[in-house]
């Protein structure tokens, strides 16, 4: 499978702080990944390295072939990238930044451009100071994929946006995966959203990649169970997989990994008088998987694995 972003060991300090850790990654043609982690995790400075803007202290990575930081302005042009915060030159309109813009891509569709303007109702002739943050980030995304690029680089591209908002920008990128051979890759704070579009996801802790695998896959490897007790549940330190518990008054709530017959057995041990697997979504399973202190990799089939050559 064509691999479009790759990397190999990417690290980064700033100061004596490891930001990213050894990432060795591979995203396929056609993938939208959804690059998730909590704050401080290095999502952003991962995404600034494979613009080129950040320069690794250790390993590299490659977009589209070509080495990050020697991206040459052919490969540049078949890029989109949405910055985090959604930076715009103040002073211009829409109309001159699309203008500005279309210049260093061939590919630049004006037709499309303007279709995303109307959908947006944005304000053609309004300097970017003037609008709101919801309406910078739909003139980002128009100006981002108006350049029909092969890969589209967004760093929460919906922070700070109200729901409405967030959904018209999440309809127009599904109008994009839909365009063959499209390839997303994207880091959100807004889980519902990734859920949503995202068919495979990394998650960072601490710099490190604990996660890559089918955004589904992830979401099954993790099961709360939930025992309930006439009593006060009994002592229970540990289990293969355990990600996390909780112990309430007559109840005992675990997060397992890989759950199975093994683990239903164990638990029954414990005399409850039910037991009740409860799946969850990317929301909760995230927020218990961050939270653990023992964070396992799913079981992962060969056909889910993406393997970086070794360089």
Same mark, same amino acid.
């Given at each position: ?26 995203? =396929? ?43 040459? =302005? ?13 930076? *715009? ?7 001159? %930044? ?11 569709? !004006? !037709?499309?451009?303007? !279709? ?9 002739? %309004? ?31 919906? %922070? ?25 890759? /994207? ?30 896959? /992830? ?12 009593? @006060?549940? =009994? ?31 164990? *638990?029954?041990? %414990?005399? @409850? ?8 979504? *990317? ?23 993406h393997v970086v050559d070794p360089v």
């Open positions: 499978m064509e691999t479009v972003i790759s990397t190999h060991n990417l690290t980064k300090y700033y100061g004596t702080r490891k930001v990213v850790d050894s990432l060795t990654l591979a995203v =396929p043609k056609g993938c939208v990944y959804g690059f998730l982690g909590r704050n401080g995790a290095g999502k952003s400075t991962t995404i600034k390295m494979l613009m080129g803007l950040v320069h690794p202290d250790r390993g590299g990575s490659e977009v589209l072939g070509e080495d990050s930081m020697k991206l040459t =302005p052919a490969t540049k042009a078949r890029v989109a990238y949405m910055a985090e915060g959604h930076p *715009l030159i103040a002073w211009m309109n829409v109309g001159q %930044l699309a203008r500005f813009q279309s210049g260093f891509y061939p590919t630049w569709n !004006q !037709q499309y451009f303007e !279709q995303l303007v109307d959908y947006f109702s944005l304000p053609g002739k %309004l300097k970017i100071r003037h609008l709101s943050r919801g309406q910078r980030a739909q003139v980002s995304l128009a100006l981002a994929v108006a350049t029909d690029p092969e890969l589209l680089i967004l760093d929460d591209p919906t %922070l700070g946006l109200d729901t409405v908002v967030r959904r018209e920008l999440l309809e127009s990128l599904i109008e994009i995966i839909q365009r063959k051979g499209r390839t997303i890759f /994207f880091s959100s704070h807004i889980l519902g959203d990734v859920e949503r579009v995202a068919d495979r996801i990394g998650i960072l802790v601490d710099g490190i990649l604990r996660v890559d695998c089918p955004t589904e896959r /992830f979401k099954q490897s993790l099961r709360k169970v939930v025992l309930e007790f006439s009593g @006060p549940p =009994p002592p229970f330190s540990d289990c293969r997989g355990l990600v996390g518990s909780r112990r309430l008054e007559h109840r005992l709530e675990l997060v397992i990994a890989n759950y199975n017959g093994e683990h239903h057995a164990l *638990l029954e041990t %414990l005399n @409850p008088k039910q037991i009740e697997e409860v799946e969850m979504n *990317l929301e909760d399973a995230f927020i218990e998987y961050t939270r653990g202190d023992y964070r396992p990799m799913p079981t992962l089939t060969k056909e889910e694995r």
